[in-house]
């Protein structure tokens, strides 16, 4: 069972930029597509970004799209959220995510291991 840290999150203004990591615990991350959620208080856990198993293929909520940049470095294990142009409504937690399933790595539902979630306050 892979375990997944979370780090890089903090406190920003509003037009700064932060980049989260998530470390997983073993080289089975190598075969897992991977997906960053979000969770604001009071509001539904909701997608991020995902990224396939070699990096090949990767899809963006429309609220994130170029802004942000989800990639994957397989030889550390590690999956990476590169956040740029933040703005005060991107404050949440941030959950990284991994499934060996073959399916719409936009739905909460179809992961099977999840990290403990790291918090990223914009200010403005």
């Known amino acids: 069972q892979v375990q997944l840290v979370e780090s890089g999150g903090g406190l920003v203004q509003a037009g700064g930029s932060l980049r989260l990591s998530c470390a997983a615990s073993?080289?089975?991350?190598?075969?897992?597509?991977m997906g960053w959620f979000r969770q604001a208080t009071g509001k539904e856990r909701e997608f991020v970004a995902a990224?396939?198993?070699?990096?090949?293929?990767?899809s963006y909520a429309d609220s994130v799209k170029g802004r942000f940049t989800i990639s994957r470095d397989n030889t550390k294990n590690t999956l990476y959220l590169q956040m740029n142009s933040l703005k005060p409504e991107d404050t949440a937690v941030y959950y990284c995510?991994?499934?060996?399933?073959?399916?719409?790595?936009?739905?909460?539902?179809?992961?099977?291991?999840w990290g403990q979630g790291t918090q990223v306050t914009v200010s403005s």
């Open positions: 995510a991994a499934t060996g399933k073959l399916a719409d790595l936009r739905l909460k539902s179809v992961y099977d291991y």
């Open positions: 990224i396939s198993w070699t990096g090949g293929s990767t």
């Open positions: 073993d080289r089975t991350f190598t075969w897992l597509r």
